[in-house]
Protein backbone atom coordinates (compact mmCIF):
# COMPACT_ATOMS: atom_id res chain seq x y z
CA UNK A 1 0.00 0.00 0.00
CA UNK A 2 1.23 3.23 -0.21
CA UNK A 3 -0.45 6.72 0.34
CA UNK A 4 -0.17 10.22 -1.24
CA UNK A 5 -1.05 13.77 0.45
CA UNK A 6 -2.38 15.53 -2.21
CA UNK A 7 -3.36 18.04 0.54
CA UNK A 8 -4.04 18.00 4.37
CA UNK A 9 -4.93 21.45 5.12
CA UNK A 10 -8.42 22.83 6.25
CA UNK A 11 -10.99 25.15 4.97
CA UNK A 12 -9.59 27.83 2.19
CA UNK A 13 -6.98 26.67 -0.55
CA UNK A 14 -3.54 29.37 0.11
CA UNK A 15 -0.59 29.66 -2.29
CA UNK A 16 1.11 26.74 -0.68
CA UNK A 17 -1.60 24.66 0.64
CA UNK A 18 -4.25 22.18 -0.45
CA UNK A 19 -7.73 21.38 1.19
CA UNK A 20 -7.89 17.50 1.66
CA UNK A 21 -7.14 14.68 -1.05
CA UNK A 22 -5.37 11.38 -0.59
CA UNK A 23 -4.15 8.97 -2.91
CA UNK A 24 -3.98 5.20 -1.97
CA UNK A 25 -2.59 2.50 -4.31
CA UNK A 26 -3.60 -0.70 -2.74
CA UNK A 27 -3.40 -4.26 -4.67
CA UNK A 28 -3.63 -2.47 -8.04
CA UNK A 29 -6.18 -0.02 -7.54
CA UNK A 30 -5.48 3.96 -7.51
CA UNK A 31 -8.38 5.04 -5.07
CA UNK A 32 -8.67 8.75 -4.55
CA UNK A 33 -10.18 9.85 -0.99
CA UNK A 34 -11.51 13.06 -0.97
CA UNK A 35 -11.22 15.74 -3.71
CA UNK A 36 -10.31 19.66 -2.18
CA UNK A 37 -9.91 21.90 -4.85
CA UNK A 38 -7.09 22.12 -7.04
CA UNK A 39 -6.87 18.04 -6.69
CA UNK A 40 -6.29 17.82 -10.27
CA UNK A 41 -3.62 20.13 -10.21
CA UNK A 42 -2.33 18.05 -7.46
CA UNK A 43 -2.49 14.63 -9.20
CA UNK A 44 -0.12 16.28 -11.95
CA UNK A 45 2.12 17.73 -9.94
CA UNK A 46 2.72 14.40 -8.15
CA UNK A 47 2.74 12.72 -11.46
CA UNK A 48 -0.24 10.20 -10.59
CA UNK A 49 -1.75 8.69 -14.03
CA UNK A 50 -4.85 9.79 -12.91
CA UNK A 51 -6.62 8.04 -15.65
CA UNK A 52 -6.56 4.94 -13.62
CA UNK A 53 -8.97 6.38 -10.90
CA UNK A 54 -12.13 4.47 -10.95
CA UNK A 55 -13.38 5.06 -7.77
CA UNK A 56 -13.17 8.16 -5.81
CA UNK A 57 -14.98 8.20 -2.31
CA UNK A 58 -16.45 11.51 -0.70
CA UNK A 59 -15.91 11.73 2.80
CA UNK A 60 -18.72 14.93 2.82
CA UNK A 61 -20.05 17.38 1.11
CA UNK A 62 -17.60 20.46 2.78
CA UNK A 63 -15.73 22.14 -0.59
CA UNK A 64 -12.23 21.69 1.27
CA UNK A 65 -13.27 17.88 0.40
CA UNK A 66 -15.52 17.93 -2.52
CA UNK A 67 -15.12 21.50 -4.60
CA UNK A 68 -12.51 19.69 -7.00
CA UNK A 69 -14.83 16.74 -8.04
CA UNK A 70 -16.78 18.72 -10.76
CA UNK A 71 -13.49 20.13 -12.09
CA UNK A 72 -12.02 16.42 -11.93
CA UNK A 73 -14.72 14.39 -13.58
CA UNK A 74 -14.56 17.71 -16.75
CA UNK A 75 -11.10 17.32 -17.23
CA UNK A 76 -11.67 13.40 -17.81
CA UNK A 77 -13.93 14.27 -20.19
CA UNK A 78 -12.34 16.42 -22.07
CA UNK A 79 -9.30 13.95 -22.56
CA UNK A 80 -11.84 10.95 -23.63
CA UNK A 81 -11.84 9.04 -21.02
CA UNK A 82 -13.89 5.81 -21.85
CA UNK A 83 -13.71 3.43 -18.37
CA UNK A 84 -15.83 3.57 -15.87
CA UNK A 85 -15.68 6.33 -13.26
CA UNK A 86 -17.66 5.31 -9.41
CA UNK A 87 -18.21 7.82 -6.86
CA UNK A 88 -19.25 6.97 -3.08
CA UNK A 89 -20.44 9.87 -1.31
CA UNK A 90 -23.31 11.34 0.78
CA UNK A 91 -26.59 11.66 -0.70
CA UNK A 92 -26.97 14.68 -3.04
CA UNK A 93 -23.95 14.07 -4.94
CA UNK A 94 -25.48 13.01 -7.68
CA UNK A 95 -27.64 16.03 -8.28
CA UNK A 96 -24.74 18.39 -7.55
CA UNK A 97 -22.70 16.99 -10.16
CA UNK A 98 -25.39 16.43 -12.60
CA UNK A 99 -26.90 19.94 -12.43
CA UNK A 100 -23.31 21.25 -13.12
CA UNK A 101 -22.61 18.87 -15.74
CA UNK A 102 -26.52 19.54 -17.19
CA UNK A 103 -26.41 23.65 -17.02
CA UNK A 104 -23.21 23.41 -18.99
CA UNK A 105 -24.82 21.19 -21.67
CA UNK A 106 -21.82 18.83 -21.01
CA UNK A 107 -22.71 15.35 -21.19
CA UNK A 108 -19.72 12.38 -19.59
CA UNK A 109 -18.58 10.13 -22.40
CA UNK A 110 -17.70 7.51 -19.74
CA UNK A 111 -20.04 5.77 -17.53
CA UNK A 112 -20.42 7.70 -14.11
CA UNK A 113 -21.76 6.06 -11.39
CA UNK A 114 -23.19 7.37 -8.68
CA UNK A 115 -23.17 5.13 -5.17
CA UNK A 116 -25.14 7.48 -2.65
CA UNK A 117 -24.59 6.83 0.93
CA UNK A 118 -27.18 7.75 3.73
CA UNK A 119 -26.78 5.35 6.18
CA UNK A 120 -25.26 5.63 9.79
CA UNK A 121 -23.92 2.44 10.55
CA UNK A 122 -20.79 0.88 8.94
CA UNK A 123 -21.50 -0.55 5.41
CA UNK A 124 -19.75 -2.36 2.94
CA UNK A 125 -19.92 -0.63 -0.35
CA UNK A 126 -16.74 -1.70 -2.17
CA UNK A 127 -15.43 -5.51 -2.71
CA UNK A 128 -12.91 -7.35 -4.80
CA UNK A 129 -11.16 -10.84 -4.99
CA UNK A 130 -8.29 -8.46 -2.87
CA UNK A 131 -9.88 -5.29 -1.35
CA UNK A 132 -12.66 -4.31 0.75
CA UNK A 133 -14.20 -0.67 1.78
CA UNK A 134 -16.23 -0.03 4.42
CA UNK A 135 -17.50 3.71 5.25
CA UNK A 136 -16.73 4.90 8.89
CA UNK A 137 -19.38 6.67 10.11
CA UNK A 138 -18.21 10.11 11.86
CA UNK A 139 -19.64 13.00 13.79
CA UNK A 140 -19.36 16.09 12.30
CA UNK A 141 -21.85 19.19 10.85
CA UNK A 142 -22.92 17.40 7.96
CA UNK A 143 -23.52 14.03 6.88
CA UNK A 144 -19.84 12.42 6.75
CA UNK A 145 -18.37 9.03 6.07
CA UNK A 146 -14.42 7.93 7.17
CA UNK A 147 -13.24 5.06 5.05
CA UNK A 148 -11.12 1.82 6.06
CA UNK A 149 -9.83 -0.21 3.17
CA UNK A 150 -8.71 -3.50 4.18
CA UNK A 151 -6.88 -6.31 2.36
CA UNK A 152 -8.27 -9.52 2.12
CA UNK A 153 -5.85 -12.74 3.54
CA UNK A 154 -4.25 -13.80 0.99
CA UNK A 155 -4.19 -18.04 0.33
CA UNK A 156 -1.37 -19.87 2.20
CA UNK A 157 2.24 -20.03 0.90
CA UNK A 158 2.99 -23.04 -0.42
CA UNK A 159 6.44 -24.80 1.07
CA UNK A 160 7.40 -26.23 -2.30
CA UNK A 161 10.50 -28.22 -0.28
CA UNK A 162 8.25 -29.77 2.79
CA UNK A 163 6.01 -31.03 0.07
CA UNK A 164 8.85 -32.72 -2.33
CA UNK A 165 10.12 -34.42 0.89
CA UNK A 166 6.67 -35.78 2.45
CA UNK A 167 6.32 -37.53 -1.23
CA UNK A 168 2.87 -34.96 -2.11
CA UNK A 169 1.36 -35.49 -5.82
CA UNK A 170 1.87 -32.37 -7.59
CA UNK A 171 -1.71 -31.86 -8.20
CA UNK A 172 -2.62 -31.30 -4.65
CA UNK A 173 -1.16 -28.08 -4.58
CA UNK A 174 -3.66 -25.23 -5.14
CA UNK A 175 -5.61 -27.28 -2.44
CA UNK A 176 -2.53 -27.08 0.17
CA UNK A 177 -2.68 -23.31 -0.71
CA UNK A 178 -6.33 -23.06 0.29
CA UNK A 179 -5.60 -24.58 3.90
CA UNK A 180 -6.81 -28.34 2.95
CA UNK A 181 -4.87 -31.28 4.78
CA UNK A 182 -3.62 -33.74 2.09
CA UNK A 183 -2.36 -37.57 1.75
CA UNK A 184 0.93 -38.00 0.29
CA UNK A 185 1.88 -40.73 -2.08
CA UNK A 186 1.97 -43.43 0.61
CA UNK A 187 -1.72 -42.90 2.24
CA UNK A 188 -0.48 -40.59 4.91
CA UNK A 189 -2.82 -37.68 6.40
CA UNK A 190 -0.17 -35.23 6.08
CA UNK A 191 -1.13 -31.66 7.96
CA UNK A 192 -1.67 -28.29 6.27
CA UNK A 193 0.74 -26.66 8.78
CA UNK A 194 4.06 -28.58 8.00
CA UNK A 195 4.04 -27.83 3.90
CA UNK A 196 2.95 -24.29 3.77
CA UNK A 197 3.78 -20.82 5.31
CA UNK A 198 1.59 -18.28 6.73
CA UNK A 199 0.52 -15.44 4.07
CA UNK A 200 1.25 -12.10 5.02
CA UNK A 201 -0.71 -10.31 7.79
CA UNK A 202 -3.64 -8.28 5.71
CA UNK A 203 -2.82 -4.56 6.18
CA UNK A 204 -5.84 -1.81 5.93
CA UNK A 205 -6.05 2.00 6.23
CA UNK A 206 -8.68 4.00 7.99
CA UNK A 207 -8.84 7.60 6.92
CA UNK A 208 -11.20 9.72 9.24
CA UNK A 209 -11.79 13.33 8.39
CA UNK A 210 -13.93 15.14 9.55
CA UNK A 211 -15.34 14.68 12.94
CA UNK A 212 -15.88 15.40 16.53
CA UNK A 213 -13.69 13.45 19.25
CA UNK A 214 -15.55 9.55 18.57
CA UNK A 215 -14.83 6.62 20.46
CA UNK A 216 -17.41 4.65 19.38
CA UNK A 217 -15.28 4.17 15.72
CA UNK A 218 -12.86 2.71 17.88
CA UNK A 219 -13.91 -1.37 17.53
CA UNK A 220 -14.20 -0.68 14.17
CA UNK A 221 -10.69 0.33 13.23
CA UNK A 222 -8.82 -1.89 16.11
CA UNK A 223 -5.24 -2.64 14.92
CA UNK A 224 -5.74 -0.68 11.38
CA UNK A 225 -2.03 -0.51 9.94
CA UNK A 226 -2.45 3.14 9.40
CA UNK A 227 -5.06 6.08 10.85
CA UNK A 228 -5.35 9.12 9.00
CA UNK A 229 -7.38 11.43 11.79
CA UNK A 230 -8.25 14.72 11.33
CA UNK A 231 -6.45 17.04 13.68
CA UNK A 232 -7.98 20.77 12.79
CA UNK A 233 -6.72 22.25 16.01
CA UNK A 234 -4.49 21.88 19.49
CA UNK A 235 -6.02 21.31 22.90
CA UNK A 236 -5.71 24.97 23.31
CA UNK A 237 -7.93 25.49 21.23
CA UNK A 238 -10.27 22.28 22.31
CA UNK A 239 -13.18 24.59 22.63
CA UNK A 240 -13.41 25.55 18.71
CA UNK A 241 -12.91 21.75 18.01
CA UNK A 242 -15.79 21.47 20.13
CA UNK A 243 -18.23 24.12 18.41
CA UNK A 244 -17.39 23.29 15.18
CA UNK A 245 -17.26 19.55 15.43
CA UNK A 246 -13.77 18.85 14.84
CA UNK A 247 -10.74 17.46 16.71
CA UNK A 248 -7.80 18.37 18.64
CA UNK A 249 -4.38 16.75 18.00
CA UNK A 250 -4.40 15.09 21.44
CA UNK A 251 -7.93 13.43 20.69
CA UNK A 252 -6.73 11.87 17.46
CA UNK A 253 -3.61 10.09 19.31
CA UNK A 254 -6.32 8.95 22.25
CA UNK A 255 -8.25 7.15 19.59
CA UNK A 256 -5.43 6.08 17.65
CA UNK A 257 -4.01 4.61 21.33
CA UNK A 258 -7.52 2.88 22.00
CA UNK A 259 -7.61 1.85 18.30
CA UNK A 260 -4.00 0.03 18.61
CA UNK A 261 -3.39 1.13 15.35
CA UNK A 262 0.42 0.75 14.22
CA UNK A 263 1.11 4.74 12.80
CA UNK A 264 -1.21 8.05 13.04
CA UNK A 265 -1.07 10.41 10.45
CA UNK A 266 -2.21 13.65 11.47
CA UNK A 267 -3.79 16.19 8.72
CA UNK A 268 -6.78 18.74 8.31
CA UNK A 269 -4.31 21.42 10.31
CA UNK A 270 -6.32 24.75 10.83
CA UNK A 271 -3.90 28.16 9.16
CA UNK A 272 -3.84 29.45 12.55
CA UNK A 273 -0.86 27.26 13.82
CA UNK A 274 2.80 28.16 12.21
CA UNK A 275 4.28 25.07 12.90
CA UNK A 276 3.02 21.74 12.59
CA UNK A 277 5.33 20.39 14.37
CA UNK A 278 3.18 21.26 17.72
CA UNK A 279 0.58 19.22 16.36
CA UNK A 280 3.11 15.77 16.00
CA UNK A 281 4.44 16.90 20.00
CA UNK A 282 0.98 17.61 21.65
CA UNK A 283 -0.41 13.87 20.32
CA UNK A 284 2.88 12.28 21.08
CA UNK A 285 2.10 12.62 24.67
CA UNK A 286 -0.39 10.12 23.98
CA UNK A 287 0.45 7.89 21.01
CA UNK A 288 4.22 7.12 20.11
CA UNK A 289 3.86 6.93 16.84
CA UNK A 290 2.55 10.01 15.29
CA UNK A 291 3.43 11.40 11.69
CA UNK A 292 2.32 14.31 10.04
CA UNK A 293 0.97 14.78 6.92
CA UNK A 294 2.14 17.08 4.25
CA UNK A 295 1.13 17.78 0.49
CA UNK A 296 3.10 15.60 -1.56
CA UNK A 297 4.54 13.44 1.31
CA UNK A 298 4.17 9.36 0.70
CA UNK A 299 3.57 7.00 3.21
CA UNK A 300 4.44 3.32 2.37
CA UNK A 301 3.43 0.31 4.19
ZN1 LIG B 1 -15.95 19.49 7.04
Known sequence: MKLTILGCHSATPTASTHPTAQILEIKGHLFLIDCGEGTQMQLRKYRVKFSRIRHIFISHLHGDHFFGLPGLISTF?????EAELHIYGPKGIKQSILLLLKLGKAYTNYPLYFHELEETTPQLIYEDDK???ETIPLKHRV???GFLF????EDRKLNVDAARELNIDLSYYN??????????R?????????ITFDPPAPKSYAYCSDTEYNPEMVPQIEGATFLYHESTFLDEHYHLAEKTKHSTAKEAAVIARKANVGTLILGHYSGRYGKLELFRKEAQEVFDNVELAEDGKSFQF
Open 175 to 184: KIKQGFDVEN
Open 77 to 81: LLLGR
Open 143 to 145: YTN
Open 131 to 133: VTV
Open 150 to 153: KEKL
Open 186 to 194: DGKLISNKD
